[in-house]
């Protein structure tokens, strides 16, 4: 079963400083991942598409990197409306998505 | 400017049935999927199906037994009926537009539906 795994679960940093966001596939996916940013009582807004394309409209400090099955979120300097939940997704196996990262104030 | 708007009951009981609407605006229904997905409160999300302007339809197996997904290119829009619904049938069901074949660009507000007896 193909699975996506994002770590950490929760991280906790302070505006200013940049934040890593990791997700690990089961298999290779190529460079076919999308990354998700959810805030509370809103849908899913794609940042990321492509592993490292930005979408429409996002900010230059939001870019992805990695290829294959380890992929990673890169936020350069954190705002305060970046804190939210992220989510890294697939095709395989109906759309996977990750189980996300929490990206709190800390 | 693509919107999607959607509506639907909110709160069934068990053995009820789910039944969502998404209407397009701003954009061609053509050339793309049409797609739902489900987020269980406080979890991650979980596609159920899609359909296209042609009617090619593909359902997640874990509720092919009990979706219905269908459109009307006429008035661009696209429902989920969902039978038999039970507890864990409990979720934010949001309508999507699938792009470049795997991930979803568009999204619709979201519909709460609690499924309590």
């Known amino acids: 079963e193909f699975v996506l795994t994002q770590s950490p679960a929760t991280l906790s940093l302070s505006a200013g400083e940049r934040a890593t966001l990791s997700c690990r596939a089961s298999?290779?996916?190529?460079?076919?991942l999308a990354w998700y940013q959810q805030k509370p009582g809103q849908p899913p807004r794609l940042l990321i598409y492509?592993?490292?394309n930005r979408a429409t409209g996002i900010p230059a400090r939001f870019s992805g990197g990695g290829s294959g099955t380890d992929f990673t979120l890169t936020i350069s300097t954190l705002e305060p409306e970046d804190f939210a939940v992220y989510y890294c997704?697939?095709?395989?196996?109906?759309?996977?998505f990750g189980q996300g990262t929490k990206l709190e104030i800390k | 400017q693509v919107q999607l708007h959607q509506w639907g009951a909110g709160l069934l009981k068990p053995s009820e049935t789910l039944s969502l609407t998404c209407a397009l605006s701003?954009?061609?229904?053509?050339?793309?999927?049409w797609t739902w997905i489900r987020q269980p409160p406080g979890k991650g999300l979980e596609f159920i199906g899609e359909?296209?302007?042609?009617?090619?339809?593909n359902y997640n197996p874990s509720v092919k037994s009990r979706v219905t997904i269908s459109a009307d290119t006429s008035t661009n829009q696209f429902s989920l009926r969902l039978s038999s619904v039970t507890a864990a049938d409990t979720a934010v069901y949001y309508c999507?537009?699938?792009?470049?074949?795997?991930?979803?660009?568009?999204w619709g507000q979201g519909t709460l539906v609690t499924v309590s007896s």
């Open positions: 492509g592993a490292s």
């Open positions: 359909i296209n302007h042609s009617g090619s339809i």
């Open positions: 997704q697939h095709l395989s196996n109906w759309y996977t």
């Open positions: 999507a537009r699938k792009y470049g074949g795997y991930f979803f660009d568009y």
């Open positions: 298999q290779s996916v190529s460079s076919s």
């Open positions: 701003g954009g061609s229904f053509g050339a793309y999927y």
